[in-house]
Structure formats: C-alpha cells, structure tokens
C-alpha cells in the first residue's frame, strides 16, 4: 500500500466502523443512544484534542462553549426564532465561536499552570452567567425542554430524523464530517505549526511563528467543535440540559481525552464510550450505580502515572512497533555508515581567512541596557555589526554575552537604548518581526522540536519564511510539499545532517544536534546570524569540523559569534568585543586584542592569549 | 442604597470570608511555590477536612477538636499523596502534574459521595458561636465573627511558619531558586513532602470551619477550588501576600455584590480576574521569573 492511500486508512476505518454500528451494537447490546451520545462527546473532543493533544493547551472551561452552543441553538428553536433545525446549529456554533475568542483572548495572557486556571475559571463565570443572569433565556436551573428535531430537505425528500438510529445517523453524519476535517487541520502545515509550538513554546516564535495566534486560532477551533455538540446535545434530547455549563463537563471531556488518547483525535470517543457504557452497566447493579465515577477517576489516574497515552495512543504506538519489526529492518550498521558520511563536506581551506573589507552597519546598537531589578546586565553598550564580516564577542561568564543576543535577537526586552538594523528600530519588536526582518539566533542550549523528524525540525522554520507569521492553511498538505522538502533537505546538506534528515531527532548525538541547531537558524535565510557558543559541549573532532561549518556560513551572511573557544575566535573573527560586567571593555582587530593590555589583565589573566580556554 | 447595617455586615461577611479563602489560597499558594505544581485537589482537600471534622463532632462533640483532626487527617492525607503519587510527577510535563491532581481530586471527592451519600451533612456551630452580637449599626451571628478570627489566627500561624521557622526559609528560599536550595545539600524530597502535607492542612483546616456555615457535601470544594484559583490569579502565584490580599479582595467583591444582586456577585469576581490579567498579567503581588 502506497504511503499516501495509507494515510487515508483512518478515515475508511473510521467510516466503516460508523456504518457497521447500527447492525454490530444488537449483537453487542449496545443501545443506540449510547453510541449517539458518545459521538457527540467525540465530536466535542475533537476540537479539545486539537486545543490539547496537539496544540498543549490545557483547557477546564470547555463546557462554556459546548453550553453556548447548546443554548444559542436551543433558544433559536425553542423560541421559534427559527425553524430551521441545521440553521440554528450553525448559529450556536458561529456564536460559541466567537464566545471562544473573546475567552481564549484573556486566557491566553498566561500560559501554563494559570491557563488551566483561567480557563476553569471562566468556565464557572459561564455557568453562573447561564443560570441566573440569563435565566430568562436558558429556563436557568431547569433548562430548555421541547428542542424539536430536524427535518432535512435531501435530494428532494423530505426526512424527519426522529431518534433511534436515524438519529444516529445525522449525528454519525456530522461527526464524520468533523472528523474529517480535522484530520485534514492536524495534517496541514498549519496543524504542524500547532504541534510545533507544543513541542517547543520557546523556538517556535524564534522561527518566526506568531504564535499567540495560532494558539487563539486553536482555541476558536475547539469552541467550535464545542460549540456544535452542545447544540447537537440539545436536539438529541429535546431538551437542552444546564449541566452541559457544569465544571464537571469539562472535566469529564479531559478525562475522556486522556483516558482515550490525548493527540489521536478518536481518543476522546474512545473515553467517552468508556465512561457512558461503564454507567450504563453500573447503573443496573444495586448500590453502585453511582461509583462509576469513581472508578473513572480511579482508571484515570492510573492511566495518567503509567500509560500516558491513553488508549488508542498505546494501542497505536503498539502497532507502529510491530510494523516496524515486520519491516525490513536497516541493516544495523547502515545508521553508523551514514553518521560516518555525514561529516560536514569538506572543502579545502584557504591558508589564510580572506579578510573582508568592512562594509555599511548593518545593525546599530546604541546605549543598550538590560536590569533586572537591581541587577544591571548589560550597561550603555554601543556597537555595530558591519555587513559581510564575522564579529566576536567575548568575555568571561557573566559579562553578559548570551543577555546581549538574547535582546538583540527580540527574546529579551531592553530596558534601554536602540537597535538599529538597516536602519529601522527594532528594539522592540520581539522575536517573531525581528526573525521575518531576516535575523536568526542559534541557541546556547539546544532549542529543537524533539517531538519531530530532523527535516521536519528545518521545515517548521521554513514554514515560517514562506508562510509570514500566522497562517490559516489548514486544508492543504504538509507531507507532500515537494519544494519544502527539498529546500529543507538543501539546508540539511549544508550542515551534514543529510543522511539524517529521516530520523527521529531524539536518536541524534550531540554533535548532531548542535547542528540541527544551527539548521534551523538557517531556515529563515538570515542575513544576519547570531550564535551563542555553537562550540559548547563539543569533542575536538566536532569542533574543527563545527569551525569550518562557522567559516562558510560567515562567507554568505554577517556573523555575531559568541564563543569561549579563543583559538576559534582568533582564526574566525574579522573583529572582536571584549565584554565585562555587562560593559564594553574593548573593541578591534583580533591582533589589537590580543595586544591590550587591558584584555589581558581583565580577561585573559595572565594566561597565553593563545591558550584555548 | 442598601442602609449602612447591611453595608457593614456584607463587608464583615466578605472578610470572613475573605480569610478564609486566603487560608485555601495559601495552602495552593506555598505548594506552588515550593513544588512548582498547581494543586486541583486542593478543593477535594477541603472537603475532606469538612467530613473528618463532622464524623469528629459527631464522636465526640467537641468542636475545637473537630477542627483538629479534620486538619490533622487532611495533612497526613496530604502527606501520603505527595509521597505515594505526586513525588513522581515532578521530572513530567505541568499538564501531566495538573491532570494527576484533578484525577487525585475526583477521586477523593467520589469516595465521599459513596462512604458519606451526596446529601449534605450539617455540622453544627461550635455551643460558643452560637447566638447573635448586637454591634451598634447591625446584629451579626456569632460564629461568622469567630470564622474571621480563627482564620485570622490560621493564617497568622502560617505567616510564622513561613517567614519565621528554618523550613519556611527554605520554603522561601525554593520560591526564589529551586536549583539552589538542592544544590546546597536541603533534603529537598522531605521539604517538599511537608510542604504540600502544611498545604493540605491549611485546605482542610479551612474546611472544617466552613462547614458549619455551608454544610458539608462532596462537592463542597469546587466552588472554593475555583474561586481560591481566582484568588491566586488576582494576587500572584506562589505569593503568600499575594494569597491574603487576593482572599480578602475576593470575599469582599463576593459579599458586597451580593448587597445589590446575589446572581453577579461569582461573575463579578470574574470579570475582576480579567481585568486584573488585563492590567496586571503577573497578578497584584506576582513576581517576573515564573510563569
């Protein structure tokens, strides 16, 4: 089977198992009501799974959007507002949408720990809304009883779904078409976005991706899902419940995801029908009808500590095992032959590093200051960075080298001064406009998307340089973007990592990944490159090769270097910064530093300046 | 305009309750602080200091001992969680912290359901909080009265606890630096266990002495959950100051809104933590460092 029929498999079996329900649930004793119900918890899961299992959100406040969907729906109806059963869907669904941006808007001003909070916050807020201030709309405690059932116009023929399985039948319908389309969202370029900014919240927006908007955008997404199983709640039961407001429908959603498979889309089917069938089942012996709960959380919490993820991810990561030990497996040396050929290329090198000639300032620093508190980092620092030549900056720990790229690069805020590059003020521009002006910052310590292939790592900052900042392609395919692939491969060749591009970025070696580091860097086609210490860490055989990757990637683009390797600064630099105390101490030719006195007694203490550090 | 006795008995309301939540809040507060984890049992906690206070009352009728033993078995309770679960959570993702918690949480508060039924067991003011003070401008109950200095006392005693004994330098000091207090050779495992039993503690303490006012059912802690998350957003995160004042702001907006219109006083509160994440993003008393 073809790689691109088999990414299509899901969705058959998806299908398939949809059709084949109404004649296997007899044979299984399932109710039809329990498989309507926990498509609609499917449906409702899908866009949490997007929000969480994709994106990293944690969100306790969904039930605010599955009841504003369900009572803008169920009011529309209720009300004989409308008559139009699909219409008053689509209503509750735009309107739970819009509801999501304004929460998702405040709640995103925090990330983490607080947004769990905030969102379960506002989650209440909804509730509390619902039930006394609105209650002239939403019946309050009691609800809205008589939401009627559709009747569809198809083909011609009118239908009136009732309940039972035409019921199921519309719900499948459009559960189905959810599913698709969610399928599609995690699979586009966009969705990579997503689960690139949950694998590494720091490097993403270094990469150029705006990514406070792509989580807004994901947090719309989910509200819309809610929002269209809450209204389909209310016209399953004919009656639109105030519990579907209930902290304890959040929860249940993040029990039903978790327990199900956070990151797999049918997880939260999967824990759903759990849930539903154990209570079910409960229900019918004496006295324990109300400890299903209670063994949920408990299977809950077990699944949490040893099985992380969740049902249909276990199951899947089995699978995937399995066809990987059916498969014919690389020879084991083929991995150490590739590592052994994937040295940089070399290229001769020239006896002696042509000096450029020094050309415009290109970046323009001037009285720059960062403090924290009473901590002064950096002090009144002015420089500039020349086109086309390689600048050192060096300095003992704690001069405040790395603070210094950090605020020029946009990932620090100064406290004052002004960065000028080509002219225009980006001092406080943050990280994600000052990427797109064509600056780029390999990290001090790896900065990767460890969750990712070591082409996809470069593909995700090429989607960045192609895309702007923030893009809703969520219809179209990443995996068979041909010219991503090759501009991403194109990278890899000229950091060695070629052989690799397929691999797991987590069976990378250090060396490896110092590289992948600096690729990523690359992918915005920088014209001006900061790097903090890319020799950090490295063994000598690595350190020449890394060296001479320094010296032609210095050929084609400015170059800020920082870098305790002295022998490698002295060979690369065409200028060198000598800092201390988060002051300039000394600025010049490297033979003019390591002439200065001052340099020497301050920094060097003593020691041969030719000494490698 | 409602008249001045109302007024000044809605604003003594708020600050006993107000107190209290700071008491919650402190509890949520400090564990954060030191574990760098968001307790979502911390409102099932409640709860169970609110039981153990009842079944102790009901032994033996003796309120002040109620209170002890609701405390005492909710910090042990505590103690045995972070030991036996939550110790191995700390290597792993937050989201993965805060899902064991509220796992941890809905556990515990459907045990009660199942050992205490869903119906609301009443616990009885203590024989001296009983009755009325005449305080000149209004008549107000006893025991809300004494809430406010229990609480009061509470939190007093954790405020000692934290800025005046070796372990709350530590606790501080693991607010300001994790790394550093490990690497100065603290037993930070048994610091951490503590921790989050003082937590527990202060959390159903809490509980004990608002059940005579709420009465006691499994879901008793929710609504404080919440409400104590919006305390700790409101006044900074790992902040005990943070805490007291974010309580006392809270239970204040609870109780006067409720003067005008009981239906907005919960979503006063909340429309107070937006704004409050609009103007403030790091909360009244929060420091920049943690997220």
């Known amino acids: 089977m073809s790689a691109g029929k088999r990414a299509l498999l899901p969705e058959a079996a998806m299908l398939t198992v949809l059709i084949a329900l109404p004649w296997l649930a007899p044979l299984l004793h399932l109710p039809t009501d329990v498989l309507t119900r926990s498509l609609i918890w499917g449906l409702f899961g899908l866009g949490f799974d997007i929000l969480f299992g994709f994106t990293g959100l944690l969100s306790f406040g969904q039930a605010a959007f599955y009841g504003t969907g369900g009572f803008v729906c169920g009011w529309l109806l209720t009300s004989h507002t409308l008559s139009s059963v699909p219409l008053a869907l689509v209503i509750g669904t735009v309107t739970a949408g819009v509801y999501g941006l304004i929460v998702g808007y405040v709640s995103l001003r925090r990330v983490g720990i607080y947004f769990a909070m905030i969102t379960l916050a506002f989650g209440e807020m909804s509730f509390f809304l619902e039930n006394s201030p609105l209650a002239k709309w939403t019946g309050g405690e009691n609800g809205l009883p008589g939401v009627p059932t559709p009747t569809l116009h198809l083909f011609g023929h009118v239908v009136h779904v009732k309940s039972g399985w035409a019921m199921y039948t519309f719900i499948a319908a459009i559960f189905f078409v959810g599913y698709l389309i969610a399928r599609r969202i995690v699979a586009s370029p966009y969705g990579v976005v997503l689960r690139a900014i949950k694998s590494n919240p720091r490097r993403a927006p270094a990469v150029g991706h705006d990514v406070q908007r792509y989580k807004l955008s994901a947090f719309v997404l989910a509200s819309l899902y809610a929002g269209l199983a809450g209204g389909l709640l209310g016209v399953f039961q004919g009656y639109m419940p105030p519990d579907a407001f209930f902290l304890s429908t959040s929860g249940q959603l993040v029990l039903s995801t978790v327990i199900g498979g956070r990151g797999t889309l049918i997880g939260p089917l999967i824990g759903a029908f759990t849930w539903i069938e154990l209570r079910n089942a409960l229900q019918q012996v004496p006295h324990l009808g109300a400890a299903w709960k209670l063994i949920f959380g408990a299977i809950f919490v077990l699944i949490v500590t040893l099985f992380r993820r969740g049902i249909a991810g276990e199951i899947g990561a089995w699978l995937e095992r399995l066809r990987r030990s059916r498969a014919p497996a690389p020879a084991p040396q083929a991995f150490e032959h590739a590592r052994a050929a994937a040295h940089v290329p070399h290229q001769p090198e020239a006896a002696q590093p042509a000096r450029r000639r020094p050309g415009a300032a290109v970046l323009e620093v001037r009285n720059l200051a960062k403090r924290y508190g009473g901590f002064v980092a950096l002090a009144d620092l002015t420089f500039e960075v020349r086109e086309g030549e390689l600048l050192a900056i060096i300095g003992p720990n704690g001069a405040g080298k790395s603070t210094l790229l950090n605020v020029l690069a946009g990932d620090l805020e100064a406290s004052a001064g002004q960065i000028l590059f080509r002219g225009s003020d980006i001092t406080r521009e943050g990280a994600i406009e000052v990427c797109h002006r064509g600056i780029s910052k390999t990290y001090q310590i790896n900065q990767l998307f460890a969750d990712f292939s070591v082409r996809e790592n470069v593909e995700i900052g090429l989607l960045a340089h192609r895309r702007g900042r923030f893009r809703v392609d969520c219809f179209r395919s990443f995996g068979t973007d041909r010219s991503l692939r090759a501009s991403a491969e194109a990278i890899l060749g000229k950091v060695g990592l070629l052989p690799f591009a397929e691999h797991p970025t987590a069976e990378m070696s250090y060396g490896e990944k110092r590289r992948l580091e600096i690729a990523i860097a690359l992918a915005s086609e920088p014209k001006l490159l900061f790097m903090d210490e890319p020799l950090a860490g490295m063994s000598p055989v690595e350190r020449a090769e890394a060296v001479q990757l320094i010296a032609r990637l210095a050929a084609e683009r400015t170059v800020v270097l920082v870098e305790h390797d002295m022998d490698a600064v002295f060979r690369l630099a065409d200028r060198i910064i000598v800092m201390q105390n988060g002051v300039k101490l000394a600025e010049g030719a490297p033979d003019e530093i390591q002439r200065n006195e001052e340099v020497q007694q301050a920094y060097l203490g003593g020691v041969e300046a030719h000494e490698p550090a | ?291």
């Open chain 2, 1 to 291: 305009m409602p008249s001045l006795g109302l007024f000044l008995s809605q604003l003594f309301n708020g600050l006993a309750l107000g107190t209290l939540l700071a008491l919650v809040a402190s509890g949520l507060t400090i564990i954060f602080g030191t574990l760098g984890l968001v307790n979502f049992a911390h409102g099932a906690l409640f709860a169970v200091g609110a039981y153990a206070g009842y079944v102790t009352y009901n032994l033996t009728h003796s309120f002040v001992l109620a209170l002890a033993v609701g405390a005492v078995v909710t910090g042990l309770l505590g103690l045995l969680l972070e030991w036996g679960l939550i110790r191995r959570y700390y290597a792993r993702p937050p989201e993965d912290q805060i899902l064991v918690t509220f796992g941890i949480g809905i556990v515990i508060v459907e045990s009660l359901r199942l050992g205490f039924g869903g119906l609301t067991k009443n616990v009885p003011q203590p024989s001296w909080g009983n009755g009325i003070l005449n305080l000149h401008y209004f008549f107000y109950p006893t025991y809300r009265l004494e809430v406010l200095g229990i609480a009061g006392l509470a939190l007093f005693g954790l405020y000692l606890l934290i800025y005046w004994t070796r372990l709350g330098l530590i606790v501080r000091a693991g607010i300001e630096d994790p790394l550093m207090v490990r690497m100065l050779g603290i037993r930070v495992p048994r610091v951490m266990t503590l921790v989050f039993g003082i937590g527990a503690l202060a959390a159903g303490f809490a509980g004990v002495v608002y059940a005579p006012i709420i009465s006691a059912s499994p879901d008793m802690g929710n609504r404080v959950l919440v409400q104590s998350f919006v305390v700790v957003v409101i006044g900074g995160l790992g902040s005990f100051p943070g805490a007291v004042v974010g309580g006392i702001i809270a239970g204040e907006i609870l109780s006067l809104t409720s003067m005008f219109d009981p239906a907005y006083s919960d979503v006063a509160l909340y429309a107070l933590m937006a704004l409050v994440l609009f103007v403030l993003p790091r909360g009244l008393l929060g420091t920049e460092g943690r997220v």
